[in-house]
């Protein structure tokens, strides 16, 4: 599948590359790292976001390069005509890219490099490999068969990706081939000190103060098998802080030794008001099927899904008996 994949691209002089909504450390990083690397091999390469990177990742190199301008790109694809690429990377199914999908999908070829369970690829060309533990990983060994030089800023985007989608190296989905990449990528010159500083000693007040909130809600089932938390948007209101400040709460709950399955409920405003869910297990536990129930997705591990129309409660009493059926399968 690689040697494919190099095959396309070194044929191609230009390369849109995109990624899901609210995109996440794998996802920023597989991006702007792919962009990196590219452009060290000539190309010409569109780095495309719906909406602008969360503030989390503003440590990483080159989000300043980030287009979010959907009409730029496509008149962008147009004057390439058949000299172009559009790659989605880390998408585990075409509604994550939002509503961009349709239009970049006009894009040919359009490719999918991605490692969600279940993605079933709506690519031309689909590089899908569940049992990786990052699109990042992934990345990487796309970069070793092009042949280009990793730059730093390339290592500290790929190894970035791969820290946070293994929570540290802690996964099931961490493998030797994990360690050897992020290995290779700190030969490279990334600095995993400076990344873990930029991605876990970036607290404010008011997400402490929420994360006090947060565990206030907190509630175990199934002789505390089952961690559940909660955040409104009224805890979000009265500490200044928006959805954003809730990535790696989940974290708690899951932290517990008991705990097999952790879950967090969020309360949704705008345009569609609703619930989205956040699914996290250890050990044999599948949140990705208990996921699916709910036409939501992820991996075995961490999965999530969400509800429009609904309320916080309505989800809890849905959700909960099927957590305990997960338990028991
Ligand atoms: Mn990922």
Not at 73 to 97: K, P, Y
Not at 140 to 147: I, N, Q, S, T
Not at 254 to 271: N, P
Request: one cysteine or more; aromatic letters at 6%; a negative charge.
């Amino acid at each position: 599948m690689i040697d494919q994949l190099v095959k396309g691209i070194r044929a191609k002089e230009n390369i849109v590359l995109a990624t899901h909504v609210r995109p996440d450390g794998d996802a920023l990083g597989s991006l702007l790292g792919l962009a990196t690397i590219l452009e060290g091999l000539g190309k010409r390469v569109v780095r495309y976001l719906e909406e602008p990177a969360p503030g989390l990742y503003d440590f990483l190199p080159h989000l300043d390069l980030v287009e979010t301008d959907l009409g730029r790109v496509l008149r962008f694809a147009e004057d390439c005509v058949d000299d172009i690429i559009c790659i989605t990377l880390d998408c585990g199914d075409f509604s994550r890219l939002g509503r961009s999908g349709p239009e970049l999908k006009r894009i040919h070829p359009f490719w999918v490099i991605d490692h969600h369970q279940g993605n079933t690829g709506c690519g031309d060309l689909n590089w899908i490999e569940p049992q990786r533990s990052s699109t990042g990983e992934m990345v990487y060994d796309l970069a070793v068969g092009l042949g280009g030089d990793i730059s730093k800023e390339a290592a500290d985007c790929l190894y970035t990706a791969i820290v946070t989608d293994t929570g540290s190296f802690c996964y099931d989905s961490t493998t030797e081939h994990t360690f050897a990449v992020a290995g290779n990528l700190v030969a490279c010159g990334a600095k995993p000190a400076v990344i873990s500083q930029g991605l876990h000693d970036c607290s404010t007040f008011g997400r402490l103060q929420l994360m006090q909130q947060v565990l206030g809600t907190l509630k175990s089932f199934c002789k505390n098998q089952i961690g559940v938390i909660r955040v409104t948007q009224e805890m979000l209101e009265s500490t200044g802080t928006t959805l954003e400040d809730c990535e790696g709460l989940i974290n708690l709950p899951r932290s517990v030794k008991k705990v097999r399955v952790a879950a967090f409920l969020k309360e949704i405003s705008g345009d569609s008001p609703g619930v989205s869910v956040s699914l996290r297990a250890k050990g044999d536990c599948d949140v990705a099927k208990v996921a699916a129930k709910f036409n939501g997705g992820g991996h075995r591990n961490a999965a999530g899904f969400k509800m429009s129309g609904t309320s916080l409660n309505q989800v809890h009493d849905t959700l909960l008996p099927v957590l305990e059926q997960a338990l028991s399968a």
